[in-house]
């Protein structure tokens, strides 16, 4: 199997255990009260969506030949937009439409560690 292939494999499987995560974690924070399960799903969402639009402007960038060194700022300009993204997601929710900031941060936090952690379990396994 080429590294390419792997590669979009291992982002997809990565992705679909963060979502999996964050809507188990809002329909816990569901049980306490609605508005704790919808403060969880926007934490949640503001880790996992701009991931997921990270991955598929890597994916459509992936076939084309870069010119040396437009890699690295390609990826850097990724992850600013990453964090942008990511901060006004968290502004959206708890500024306009009210979230709880406790399920908010844990869900956010919870779908940043299994972006770390779930990789190396991942390769681990295969």
Excluded: C, H
Excluded at 8 to 25: D, E, H, P, S, Y
Excluded at 88 to 112: D, E, K, M, N, Q
């Amino acid at each position: 199997m080429s590294v390419s292939l792997y590669s979009v494999k291992l982002a997809r499987a990565v992705l679909i255990i963060q979502l999996v995560t964050f809507v188990i974690i809002g329909a816990l924070f569901t049980l306490k009260e609605v508005t704790w399960g919808a403060s969880a799903i926007a934490g949640g969402v503001a880790a996992w969506l701009p991931n997921v639009l990270f991955m598929f402007l890597a994916w459509r960038l992936q076939d084309q030949t870069p010119a040396k060194g437009r890699v690295a700022w390609s990826f850097a300009l990724g992850e600013v937009f990453k964090v942008f993204t990511t901060v006004i997601f968290l502004a959206v929710a708890l500024g306009v439409f009210r979230a709880v900031f406790w399920p908010l941060a844990i869900t956010w936090l919870s779908v940043l560690v299994v972006q770390i952690v779930a990789p190396a379990v991942i390769n681990n396994k295969g």
